[in-house]
């Protein structure tokens, strides 16, 4: 039995071993800087150029590279997930399907970059169905995120064995960082852009274009604030223009609801819109547990009706129950109202710094990238261009003598380059090009056709070469492109903009017109531009002013600014007050607005008279 040989512990096992000892707390401080970094760099922020992180980078990028575009059959979602872990994304196959349905989602995106078929989830929260039952595309806007890649307009990174070349970023022929948002937890840092409508951004795009000094109220004249897939209502302006002035801010985003009178004296509030990323299944479990704990009052009864035409919450009153007061709570205790805080983090230069961007700063950055992008796509087509017009220059001499030609490559078949470089004076490309066409083809060459296509490219040649020497031609282009996508893929805003009551900024904002406002007896108020009314000529039969209900009558008529202050005198001695523009606007027929939508009044308690006064800051005003 051998005896077991016996270690020094301080011995080294190897003679190349090299033992470095390091103090424990520099050690973990570095590494934790580089695990940070590489999350900043390659995992939770968007690259302000494309607007998207590297997963949403690479799953387009892998259905590209396997012809999946939008005018191809769909093929399985497994497939995709399968080939972006293959080749690029060495990480957990549920992380980049996760990715890859957010893509897919229409409540998710503003304009969807993939095209899904199957089950992508909803907004009651319900999961995706697994990636072997689902199948997806690119979309057709994703074509724009990938047109003239081929182009040598990106720059290239080994992908992570080295065996292929991935994009550092995707071309992006519209501005998608703002268009469709995005969303990222970082290591000490985060970022929340909220989507925007494409029509708007490019807009906003094309007047810095037009005007390098464009102030931030300009850019705003085309954007108007974020525009949600799941639409709602952003009330207020203020926390818009400070997110777009410092890249920060906060807007509160509420659902879109209207009263609905049933039964005997009752009401009911019916919500067809609610704020970005809100789940509907737990809302309405939240709101039946307060009112289980009696947390919210005068609540008979909570239920979803939503179906394929739409969605449709409905929350019954009870009779008792003042329905403003009921709906404040709502919006105060509820996601029926939420706050969305706007964080603009992205990447910046090609060093990856995160930076926090105001909203010309991001507008900057992406035309300085199309602008380059447009010089690199220029660069190619030209080089290519200037290639085959002197393969045509060498086809023309040969077409000149084409009897002597097939002589020459007839009689000295081993050296019959040299030879026709030689008698020619072409060089090697022109000559190989010779050789490598078939005898039936140079006999039959075409001294028309050649020269019309040699002439079409002198023309493109002089054409490329006046784009790289004259920006303002590059911008004139990047213009056209980009105007050319809005038409293409524009569509007008879902989530609308209310103004709210003491902010600063509003009065500037709303143009001042002089309006017809109307008060019935039944409580229906409307606001109308007097230019709706035209003069009445001579025996004209008149124009209807307002529709009411057969029992109801106008009591109160009068022409008013939309920036004078309207004074609403009640049977119960109270006075409210709003400003004109506050009144939403209907046309001539239309019977208005229910006051109950307008005003915090009580359960039967009625308007009596209205009243328009002007603020002037010097004189007093008293009512008696």
Known sequence: MSKKPQYDPEEIRYPEQRIVESPLVPEMEQSYIEYAMSVIVGRALPDVRDGLKPVHRRILYAMYEDNLTSDKPFKKSATCVGDVLGRYHPHGDASVYDALVRLAQDFSMRYMLVDGHGNFGSVDGDPPAAYRYTEARLSKISDEMLRDIEKDTVDWDPNFDESRKEPRVLPARFPNLLVNGSSGIAVGMATNIPPHNLREVIGACICVLDDPNASLADLMEHIKGPDFPTKGIIMGRSGIRAAYATGRGRIVVRARHEFEEFGHDRTRIVITELPYQVNK??????????????????????????????????????????????????????????????????????????????????????????????????????????????????????????????????SAYDDAKQKLMERFGLDDIQAQAILDMRLKALQGLDREKLEGEYKELEERIAYFN??????????????????????????????????????????????????????????????????????????????????????????????????????????????YRKKGYQIPESGKTAKGTNLINILQIEQGERVQAMLHYRETGEEQLYLM
């Open 466 to 575: 006046r784009v790289l020497s004259d920006e303002s031609l590059v911008r004139q282009i990047l213009k056209e492109e980009l105007t050319a996508i809005a038409e293409k893929f524009g569509d007008d805003r879902k989530t609308e903009i209310q103004d709210v009551e003491d902010e600063i900024d509003i009065e500037d904002l709303i143009e001042e017109e002089q309006c017809v406002f109307t008060l019935t007896e039944a409580g229906y108020i409307k606001r109308t531009p007097v230019s709706e009314y035209a003069a009445q000529s001579k025996g004209g039969m008149g124009k209807k002013g307002i529709t009411t209900r057969e029992e109801d009558t106008v009591v109160d008529v009068f022409t008013a600014s939309t920036h004078d202050h309207i004074l609403f005198f009640t049977d119960t001695g109270k006075v």
């Open 281 to 410: 299944r737990t809302l309405i479990k939240s709101l039946a547990d307060q009112v289980e704990d009696k947390r919210l009052e005068g609540i008979s009864d909570i239920r979803d009706e939503s179906d394929r035409n739409g969605m449709r919450m409905v929350i019954e009153l009870k009779r008792d129950a003042n329905p403003q007061v009921v709906l404040n709570r709502l919006f105060n205790q509820s996601q029926l109202q939420t706050t969305f805080s706007i964080n603009m983090l992205a990447l910046v230069d090609n060093q990856h710094q995160p930076k926090i961007l105001s909203l010309r700063h991001i507008i900057d950055e992406y035309l300085a990238f199309q602008e380059e992008i447009i010089i690199r796509r220029t660069r190619y087509d030209l080089k290519k261009a200037q290639e085959r017009a002197h393969l045509l220059e060498g086809l023309l001499i040969a077409q000149d003598n084409i009897d002597e030609v097939i002589k020459i490559i007839r």
